[in-house]
Structure formats: structure tokens, C-alpha cells
């Protein structure tokens, strides 16, 4: 069953590949997804793409307009009944559990009441388990300022290529430095290709730390640049790093704001391995503007100093 099965896979293969591979170049040229990047951010019209005719709003006079309104249903207030007040008060509240729950149980969990006053090992596991530790006495080289350097390679299947590059500047009295930088490339026809810049800069906060975890928020910019113009918006990061065991590093960073004229989210989780102070890593990335994405595997380098 399985032979005839993969039998006649590749018979609707062969036939479609022709149909395929006649579409995916008009495809291409027709909506490139850079362009659709700056579109979603400058709001720039795009002929390729139409959607269904706006309604125009009804002309004076018209019967929509002249009807009277019915006094039982404007002259009442919704606010006044009670039972709407306790069910907004129970979505406030369920809200700010929803904001607050990222940072509190974190904190609570890896910290208790007294919190960590920890400097930074030369690198994770150099000494002991994790990365930030007390200083445990001895001749240890331990800091209050540590930092890392990465680049990177994405993909996104298709013929969209990412590569990238980030810093991290951490200090014992928490609050860091946090930037990176992509540039994206897309083949679009044979010897035609197209590239822009994206980027962010943040200050974040360490607002729950433990020898084996750290967790960051904080805010700043984030900027799109090609060859016509840059622009430039508001971005907030949540970012997690885990110290499993010797020699894993688990990774995760939000990105969530806006840009220009539309929305902006980056996430990404990734897993490494630690050789010394350099970490190769591998995980998936997502980055979404407005309505264009890219999504696909990463890979690269980390070295920790």
C-alpha cells in the first residue's frame, strides 16, 4: 500500500511541477515580501493585491439616516447596571493578573523575599552550575559587568534570507544593554534581488535572576531601513535565558511594538551548546509586520565575555 501510495505522489508531482514552477516566479515578482515589509509599515498602496469595493456612507437624507431613534434603546445607560460594573471589574482585574503573572511569579519563584545580589562567572559553567553566582570566596574571577556577541543566519524556506547580529551588556545592578541588527535579502528574479535593514535597541531590567535562570524586560526602539528612507518605532522585550546543565543553553526573546505605520512582533527560541566561551546554537524565528511575516530556522554563534 505504501508503494502505490508513494507511486502516485510522485506522479502528481511530476505533473504539477511544470504548472509550479511556471506560477512561483510571477508569484514572486507580482508580491516580493520585502515589498510587503514596507508596505505594511509606510502604508504604501500595492495595484497587485485588491480587496472587495468600500461602501460608500449613505447619502443625506436617506432613510438610514432620517429614522427616528427608538428613546428604550439610546436613552439608556449601560454602565448603570450592575451586573455590567462587576463584569468589567472582573476583566480589570483578570487583565492586570495577566500583566503582572510574567514578572511576579518569576521573581517570587527564583528569588523569594531576598533576592540574589550575584556577579557574573567569566562565562556560564566556568566555575560553578549556571552563570550569575554569590561570591562563593576563592581565587574565582567573578564580575559585575559581563556581556555577549552573536550572529546569525535564518531562513525562511522559501527565498528569503536573514542574517543578523545582537549584543547583550549585563551589570550586577541589573539593568542592561540590549541591540541588535538583521538584514534581510530576497531573490526575487534571476539576478535580481532586494534587501532592506531592520534593528532595536533597549534598556532592559534582570527582574528575577538564580545561578541556573534570568529573566529581562524592558523598552526602546526599533527602525526598518532600505535605500529610499528609515522609520522608526517603540519596542518591548521580554527575554529569558535557562542554564540546564553543563554544557545546554535555552534561550527565548519577545519583541512586541510598533513601526511606522503597523505592528511589530519578533519571536524567537533557540538551544545551545557551550565550548568554552563560545556557544553554537540553533532554534526558530519568527518576525511579523503587520501582515508579513517570515518564519524559519536560525543558526549560529554566540561568544560570552
Same mark, same amino acid.
Given at each position: ?27 514572486l515578482?507580482q ?7 514596507? +508596505? +505594511? ?7 497587485s ?18 429614522? @427616528?431613534?427608538? *428613546? ?11 451586573d455590567?460594573g ?6 480589570f ?19 523569594? +523575599? ?14 560553578? *552550575? ?22 546569525e543566519?535564518?531562513?525562511d524556506?522559501?527565498?528569503? =534570507? ?6 547583550? =551588556? ?8 540590549d ?6 535579502r +530576497?531573490?526575487?528574479? @534571476? ?39 528609515a ?12 542554564y540546564?546543565?553543563k @554544557? ?15 505592528? =511589530? ?41
Amino acid at each position: 500500500m505504501s508503494k502505490a501510495c508513494t507511486s502516485f505522489g510522485c506522479i502528481l508531482l511530476a505533473l504539477a511541477a511544470p504548472l509550479l514552477q511556471g506560477m512561483a516566479p510571477a508569484a514572486l515578482a507580482q508580491d516580493p515580501q520585502l515589498q510587503r515589509f514596507r +508596505e +505594511e509599515v509606510r502604508s504604501l498602496p500595492n495595484p497587485s493585491r485588491t480587496g472587495p469595493p468600500s461602501s460608500a456612507p449613505p447619502a443625506p437624507g436617506t432613510p438610514s439616516e432620517t429614522r @427616528p431613534r427608538s *428613546p428604550e434603546r439610546y436613552d439608556s445607560d449601560p454602565w448603570d447596571d450592575d451586573d455590567d460594573g462587576g463584569l468589567f471589574e472582573s476583566a480589570f482585574y483578570l487583565a492586570l493578573i495577566a500583566v503582572a503573572a510574567p514578572y511576579w511569579c518569576p521573581r517570587h519563584f527564583l528569588e523569594g +523575599e531576598y533576592g540574589l545580589d550575584g556577579l557574573f562567572q567569566r562565562y556560564p559553567y566556568d566555575e560553578v *552550575p549556571g552563570y550569575i553566582t554569590e561570591d562563593f570566596g576563592g581565587d574565582h574571577c567573578l564580575r559585575s559587568w559581563a556581556g555577549r556577541i552573536a550572529g546569525e543566519y535564518a531562513y525562511d524556506l522559501d527565498d528569503l =534570507l536573514r542574517g543578523g547580529g545582537s549584543l547583550l =551588556l549585563n551589570t550586577a545592578t541589573r539593568f542592561c544593554l540590549d541591540a541588535s541588527g538583521n538584514n534581510f535579502r +530576497e531573490e526575487l528574479l @534571476p539576478g535580481e534581488t532586494d534587501e532592506l535593514w531592520t534593528g532595536d535597541v533597549n534598556v532592559v531590567y534582570r527582574f528575577a535572576q538564580h545561578p541556573l535562570v534570568e529573566f529581562r524586560s524592558g523598552i526602546g526602539m526599533n527602525w526598518l531601513a532600505d535605500q529610499e528612507k528609515a522609520d522608526f518605532g517603540f519596542n518591548f522585550t521580554y527575554s529569558l535565558d535557562v542554564y540546564p546543565k553543563k @554544557p545546554w543553553i535555552v534561550s527565548a526573546e519577545i519583541d512586541w511594538g510598533w513601526l511606522g505605520d503597523t505592528s =511589530l512582533f519578533h519571536g524567537r527560541l533557540t538551544g545551545g551548546v557551550l565550548l568554552d566561551r563560545f556557544e553554537l546554537f540553533t532554534g526558530l524565528d519568527y518576525f511579523d509586520v503587520g501582515h508579513a511575516a517570515f518564519a524559519g530556522p536560525l543558526a549560529g554563534i554566540r561568544v560570552w565575555f
